[in-house]
């Protein structure tokens, strides 16, 4: 699985420093834990781009495969790697 992490400035004011340390954390819990499959990468993206196409507030972005997330939460986003990850 892939997770990526926009940190564009419109990311970043919203919250994607903490959405990336919540998945930083989540990652080091899980793969402790035999019940999740094998682990996941993490990739901080300068820009993804999708503030600009959009006339809408969609930051923070975060990208899991090929799911946007968009105004992602860290709810949200816990769920669906958990999700992924369950065995």
Same mark, same amino acid.
């Given at each position: ?31 402790? =834990? +035999? ?9 901080? &993206? ?5 503030? %600009? $196409?959009? @006339? ?8 899991? =495969? +090929? ?9 949200? &986003? ?5 999700? %992924? $990850?369950? @065995?």
């Amino acid at each position: 699985m892939k997770v990526k992490v926009c940190m564009g400035s419109n990311c970043t004011l919203l919250g994607a420093m903490d959405l990336l340390d919540q998945i930083e954390d989540l990652k080091k819990l899980t793969s402790e =834990d +035999d019940n999740y499959s094998d682990d996941f990468d993490i990739e901080v &993206v300068k820009c993804l781009g999708f503030c %600009k $196409k959009s @006339k809408d507030n969609v930051a923070p972005v975060v990208v899991i =495969d +090929d799911e946007i997330l968009f105004n992602a939460t860290g709810q949200i &986003v816990m769920e669906k790697i958990m999700s %992924k $990850k369950k @065995k």
